[in-house]
């Protein structure tokens, strides 16, 4: 099971997500991953992480996504790509034209997207649970296989017609091919990487849109700004056919609910539908694996 944790900065997102994260470890091997280009989930465990992870309790490990090294990789993945699949470019100094794409729109998502896809997909965990970003770049990363596709999409029926004026040119016997494949766009090296990227894709989308396999939390605040972002969080999601599960209403105290009562009816009116949880506030914070194994919900 995937869990993501969604929430605006400074809401509490990623304390929520090490005490979900220690109370699962209690039954099942879990793994809590950083994808906030902040980290702090080293602090909140007391921990030093990096990009590795590392066990940190019984059935418990962790790690800090490093988005400059999966920049990198990504990076260097693309560029050995393009090589093989256009050797004939080789005269030509691919290597600085290829060093401009770290700056391209997209890319550091696309790489941080792979980077946690990779992750998910290590079978020695029961449960991974991801700490993302703020609100914009989680739901732009969450977005970005739906983006994908479209553009692969396109690109494969460009491809397609290529191949077919190639065939065309080359008296219906063109030499890349194989004579005895019944579909001429199977064996023709471009269009089986980008079918091959466009069914990947398809695989991420389906694993983190599936209730079956992944679950969203929201974690917010009793204010007006941090509710405000709860519900563009929820109507983004919409939008790409993912279902929230759960609310978490973070360092609630009586005193708030007293004082904003029109953002609690307004809490409890938007969000029926969903499980709302909150956690109490403490002066001091939640830190170390010893506070946050004694810290507990209450339903609203």
């Known amino acids: 099971m995937i869990y993501f944790f969604f929430g605006k900065g400074g809401v509490g997102k ?8 220690l109370q699962l470890s209690r039954s099942r091997k879990v793994l809590i991953v950083s994808a906030d280009p902040a980290h702090n989930l080293g602090d909140v465990f007391d921990i030093k992480l990096g990009h590795k992870p590392i066990r940190i309790a019984e059935n418990l490990d962790a790690c800090e996504i490093d ?48 980077a946690i896809w990779r992750l998910v997909n ?37 491809r397609k017609k290529i191949v077919d004026i190639r065939e065309s040119l080359e008296n219906m016997k063109p030499v890349f091919l194989d004579e005895s494949s019944k579909d001429k766009n199977h064996t023709d090296k471009v269009y089986n990487e980008l079918e091959k990227i466009e069914k990947e894709n398809m695989m991420i989308y389906n694993r983190f849109a599936d209730p079956e ?34 609310i978490i209403v973070n360092r609630y105290t009586d005193s708030d609910a007293n004082s904003c009562p029109d953002i609690m009816h307004d809490i409890k009116k938007s969000f029926s539908k969903y499980s709302i949880k909150a ?18 919900y209450f339903s609203i």
Do not use: C
Request: proline fraction near 3%; aromatic fraction near 8%.
């Open 14 to 21: 990623t304390t929520n997500a090490a005490i979900n994260a």
């Open 67 to 114: 988005y400059k090294k999966v920049v990198d990789e990504y990076l260097k993945r693309i560029t050995a790509k393009i090589k093989r699949q256009y050797k004939y470019l080789a005269a030509f100094n691919l290597d600085g034209s290829l060093n401009v794409l770290r700056f391209s729109p997209g890319v550091e998502e696309d790489a941080l997207l792979r």
């Open 122 to 158: 290590i079978d020695i965990y029961d449960d991974v649970i991801i700490d993302l970003p703020p609100t914009g770049l989680a739901l732009r990363i969450m977005a970005l296989p739906v983006i994908n596709r479209v553009w692969l999409n396109k690109l494969l029926k460009a």
């Open 213 to 246: 396999f992944s679950s969203i939390f929201i974690v917010m605040n009793i204010d007006k700004l941090s509710y405000a972002e709860t519900i563009r969080t929820l109507e983004g999601l919409k939008e790409l056919k993912i279902s929230a599960k759960t």
């Open 279 to 296: 956690l109490p506030y403490r002066e001091h914070g939640i830190i170390g694996i010893e506070q946050l194994n004694s810290a507990k």
